[in-house]
């Protein structure tokens, strides 16, 4: 009876196994979004975007770090320290600033302190530097033209402590967006500012 159930069950087990090898592992799921109101917005966040998942512990924090990948703007949180400066943008959701918009700070607030010469940028920016002495001495201003409503960023070379970085903000859903990374990304400011866009409308839906 027994050679009779192995005889019987065996290539009922082989077919199964043979089955279910051949196919495909399931694709693996994307985490559940983490609810936060940061500064008092409500947000749904991928976990795999931030800096420390500490940071999503609090449900209610004034800032958020985040860390997207470029140039298709992906998660990059868990997997910032594997990958190279030029390929992360760190992004920061803060409490808007009552006092200035950050499409007006260009006009409002650097313009007093550049100098007038003007460059152009090959990704269609102008560039004008700050002046000596000025409280942004040795660093350089990229913005659309005229005034860099649209975009501007304020990028200074690298030092023996700190590498060449650019910071940009913009005001997203409520928040202050500020981003940072590496003047290469400059030539994709366009894509680079309608995917944090996005991004951070798509979590506050």
């Excluded at 590496?182 to 995917?195: H, N, Q, R, S, V």
């Amino acid at each position: 009876m027994k050679t009779f159930a192995v005889a019987l069950f065996a290539p009922l087990a082989l077919a199964c196994g043979a089955f279910w090898w051949g196919r495909e592992p399931p694709a693996p799921r994307d985490p559940a979004p983490v609810r936060l109101a940061v500064a008092g917005v409500l947000l749904r966040v991928d976990s795999r975007l931030a800096r420390a998942q500490a940071d999503l512990a609090n449900p209610a924090p004034q800032e958020l770090d985040l860390i997207i990948a470029l140039p298709d703007l992906t998660p990059a949180g868990a997997s910032a320290s594997s990958l190279p400066l030029e390929k992360l943008v760190f992004l920061t959701l803060r409490q808007p600033d009552e006092k200035i918009e950050p499409r007006d700070k260009p006009i409002k607030l650097y313009a007093r302190f550049l100098s007038p010469a003007v460059e152009v940028h090959p990704a269609g920016l102008i560039l004008r530097r700050f002046e000596p002495g000025s409280p942004y001495d040795g660093e350089q201003l990229y913005m659309t033209p005229p005034e860099g409503r649209a975009f501007w960023a304020r990028c200074a070379s690298a030092s023996d402590q700190l590498p060449a970085t650019c910071i940009s903000e913009a005001r997203i859903a409520g928040l202050d967006a500020r981003l940072r990374f590496k003047p290469e990304a400059l030539g994709d400011w366009e894509a680079l500012t309608a995917g944090v866009t996005r991004l951070v409308e798509g979590m506050a839906r």
